[in-house]
Each structure stands twice: as C-alpha cells, then as structure tokens.
C-alpha cells in the first residue's frame, strides 16, 4: 500500500446557482494513491464538483485543499492546473492532424505551460517516458498513426496518456468509457486498475460495470452532498442509496 497522506481534501463546500444548492456542505476527502470513484443520479452535484475543484466554479463557502495544506478555493483555474490538477473532460479533445506520438510529446513539452521548451528535443528520460506512456495506454503499435484515425476508445487513452505526460498529482476523469464498446470499456479497467497506487485519480462514472471493475472506494453523491461512501458491496446494499436510485 503506497498511500501516505491526503491528496484532496473538500471542507464544507456550497455552491448555488439562483439560490438552488447544487453543493450542499460537501465534504470529501482523497488519500494519496487511491482510485475513488463518484457515483450519484443526474443533478447529484458531480460536474460541479470537478468544476470547484478544477477553478472553473467558485465555491460561496468552503475550502478546496489540496494536498495537506494548498487551499485551491481561491486560485485561478490555470494555477491549479499548474499546481498538479489534471482533468479530462467526457469528449476527446487530441489534435486530430497530429500523430499519437506528437500528441504525447506536446503533452509533455507543455507540462505545466513551460511553452518555451515546445521547439526543443526530447531528452532520452522524455523519450523513454513516452515510450512507457504508450504501451501504459496500449498505443505502443499506434505511436505513428495520425490521432484522428484512432477508434473512439482509442482517443480516451491518448488522452489520459496526455494528462500522465504532464505528471499530475490527481487525475480526474470525467465518465472515460461513455460510447465505449465493451472491450474498449474492459481495456479502460485494466488501465485504470494499473495506474492505481501510482496515481491518485478521481472517476465519474454511471457505468456500474465499470465502477465494479476499478473500485476500491466509492462515494455516492445526492443533492450536493455525500449519501453514502465505502466498498461497492457496502453502498450497493445501503438503503438510503438503493431509494435513491430505485426510486427515481
Ligand atoms: P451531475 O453532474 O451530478 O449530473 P451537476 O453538477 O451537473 O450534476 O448539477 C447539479 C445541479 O445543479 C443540477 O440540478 C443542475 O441543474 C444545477 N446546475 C448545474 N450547473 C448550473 C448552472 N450553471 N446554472 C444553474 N444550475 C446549474
């Protein structure tokens, strides 16, 4: 067990949008090293978390820590991306004209927008970084071919390699194996269970499936704030969490 301390640590956190909470009180917390996983119904407040924690919404009350002691509240969304906050939205978004390859390397060549290293080479350790991000996201063979020719599936790990080139300190992925094909979403899984212990990563996810395969931890969200959290045996057999997705 690699975990050693907390990585994220939400206090509190409101957020309303014309006086309706879409936060309410929520209070969460990652270890370092861990794979967490957010469920909850439509409108439970998980996007709007990712956007508090990512600086793209401000909280009306509480504090983002990360790490033991940054509070991310009041920083700009380009600063805690800087500081190690990687996020990837549900849709792809590679450059298409580009190869695999190219896209790695201009993922890492903009690690935390140090843009004036972007006309120099790679240095050996880069390169072999590269080379052990590709076979990580199963593009080992693929590295030449122009992005836009990938499969859908195939797009999802470039980028998540891309995000793992620039080394952040948490991970937060936004439902990875939506329009996935089975196999693709089985692939997703393998990758994610590999990168865990390493990595801290943060999932949203409605694929119970999926959340099955790669959970160790997961937490249920409700009208903006925490229901339920633990094993995927103990929130699947919690009451409250059962009405609230039954019941809908
Ligand atoms: P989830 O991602 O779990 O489906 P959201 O965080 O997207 O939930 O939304 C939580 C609630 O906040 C929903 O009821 C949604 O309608 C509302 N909401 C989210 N963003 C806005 C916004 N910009 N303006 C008004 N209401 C919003």
């Known amino acids: 067990d ?9 206090e509190d956190i409101t957020v309303s949008f014309d006086g309706f909470r879409a936060l309410n009180k929520l209070s969460l917390s990652i270890d370092v090293g861990e794979l967490r996983c957010i469920i909850g119904p439509n409108g439970a ?4 978390m990712m956007d508090v924690i990512t600086g793209k919404t401000r909280p009306d009350t509480g ?13 700009t969304e380009p600063q805690i991306a800087q500081a190690g906050i990687g996020r990837k939205f549900q849709k792809p978004t590679v450059f298409e004209n580009h190869t695999v390859f190219e896209n790695l390397e201009l993922a890492m060549k903009t690690d935390k927008g140090i843009w004036n290293s972007l006309f120099g080479k790679l240095s050996g350790e880069q390169l072999d970084r590269i080379a052990e991000i590709l076979t990580t996201i199963n593009l080992q063979d693929s590295h030449k071919m122009r ?12 980028e998540i390699g891309m995000l793992l080139a620039q080394e952040p300190k948490l991970l937060l992925l936004d439902e990875p194996v939506a329009g996935m094909t089975d196999h693709e979403t089985e692939r997703t899984a393998e990758l994610l269970n590999s990168l865990a212990g390493k990595h801290s990563i943060m999932v949203v996810e409605h694929d119970m499936d999926f959340v099955n395969s790669i959970a160790r931890k997961v937490t249920v969200l409700h009208q903006g704030s925490v229901l339920a959290e633990g094993s995927m045996e103990q929130v699947q057999s919690n009451e409250q969490v059962i009405e609230v997705y039954l019941g809908r």
């Open 45 to 48: 407040g998980k996007t709007t």
């Open 63 to 75: 504090t983002v820590f990360f790490g033991q002691t940054m509070d991310c509240s009041k920083m």
């Open 2 to 10: 690699t975990t050693h301390g907390v990585v994220l640590y939400l």
């Open 147 to 158: 992005s836009g020719l990938l499969s859908h599936g195939q797009k999802q790990w470039l």
